[in-house]
């Protein structure tokens, strides 16, 4: 069956890196999603990854994929108290692209 | 419109009474989700519309719960002689087909079910 998991806090200093990691079951997933999700708001869609990637940049963001060992991780540089949010990854399987799964959410909490 | 709206944003219902949540996704996406977040929780998925293709509605808990969308645009969710355990945020998301580039959600409704 389909099951992502992620821990559910981190705490990293202003100006730190932080890394967020996620384990899902599926290996016919195809695509794997970071979602942010700001207090009071709906998510909002930070980054994809295709199975056929092994990282993906875009900026501050880097997502790493093992497929090996089906993990997925979500490397925020230079984090900023802004970045304070819970973090979902989301898996797609293939042939069921109608929906998504995710996991329970990475609340980040950055400290001054 | 620009984003997936949802209203009401907050919602407080007596145990009993019937709720109706609106969703009014990205004009062009043809794929609606409703899912449902409970209070540290992850996102329970509840159904799925793919234009005029039968509903998924393999996640909806109970009876009580119906959602139907109308000329493909607009969903209506609605919960029937609602309890306690029905408190939640619901969100609204939409997408292109497949929802292979992720997708855009709602800010969500608040549900509290006293």
């Known amino acids: 069956g389909e099951d992502v998991e992620q821990s559910l806090f981190l705490s990293v200093r202003e100006g730190d890196s932080s890394v967020i990691n996620c384990t899902y079951t599926?290996?016919?997933?195809?695509?794997l999603y970071w979602y942010k999700q700001e207090p009071g708001a709906g998510l909002q869609l930070l980054t994809y990854?295709?199975?056929?990637?092994d990282m993906k940049q875009d900026q501050r963001l880097t997502v790493l994929l093992n497929k090996k060992d089906k993990h997925l991780s979500l490397r925020i540089a230079d984090t900023q108290t802004g970045d304070s949010a819970i973090y979902f990854c989301?898996?797609?399987?293939?042939?069921?692209?109608?929906?998504?799964?995710f996991g329970s959410g990475t609340q980040l909490t950055v400290l001054p | 419109g620009a984003g997936v709206s949802q209203s009401p944003s907050n919602k407080v219902t007596e145990k009993g009474k019937d709720v109706e949540l609106r969703c009014d996704p990205i004009?062009?996406?043809?794929?609606l989700y409703w899912y449902r977040q409970s209070l540290g929780q992850g996102l329970e998925f509840l159904i799925y519309?793919?234009?005029?293709?039968?509903?998924?509605k393999s996640g909806l808990p109970s009876d009580r719960f119906s959602a139907e969308r109308t000329g493909g645009s607009v969903s209506t969710l609605t919960i029937q002689r609602t309890q306690q355990e029905d408190s939640a945020v619901y969100l609204c998301?939409?997408?292109?087909?497949?929802?292979?580039?992720?997708?855009?959600f709602g800010s969500g409704t608040r549900l509290t079910v006293v």
């Open positions: 998301a939409s997408s292109f087909p497949g929802g292979r580039y992720g997708y855009t």
């Open positions: 599926d290996s016919s997933s195809t695509y």
């Open positions: 990854i295709f199975s056929n990637m």
């Open positions: 989301a898996e797609s399987p293939t042939g069921s692209a109608r929906q998504l799964t």
């Open positions: 004009s062009g996406h043809t794929a």
């Open positions: 519309f793919q234009g005029n293709s039968a509903p998924d």
